[in-house]
């Protein structure tokens, strides 16, 4: 559950170590589970352009953005993982 990913995260932190939780985000885990994977220790949002529109990519990195704003010193990183030739 969260609470061993946070437990994972806190271990992380103590040790510096050089290990990142990346997830992948979609329509099923944006909405009300952001926040909680932001809690359990995500440091990297993946979003993955073969899927979606740009639209639906804009609102889920202004939730993110919204939703950092609420926990000052959080950060998570964006990653894009793009079509490849057909995004210029």
Request: with cysteine.
């Amino acid at each position: 559950g969260l609470g061993d990913a946070v437990a994972v995260r806190s271990h992380l932190a103590k040790n510096d170590a050089l290990t990142h939780i990346v997830c992948t985000m979609g329509p099923r885990n944006v909405g009300k589970h952001l926040e909680a994977m932001i809690d359990a220790g995500m440091d990297i949002m993946r979003l993955n352009f073969s899927h979606g529109s740009y639209e639906w990519f804009e609102g889920v990195i202004e939730q993110l953005r919204a939703t950092l704003k609420r926990k000052p010193g959080r950060t998570v990183a964006i990653a894009l993982d793009t079509k490849g030739p057909e995004i210029r």
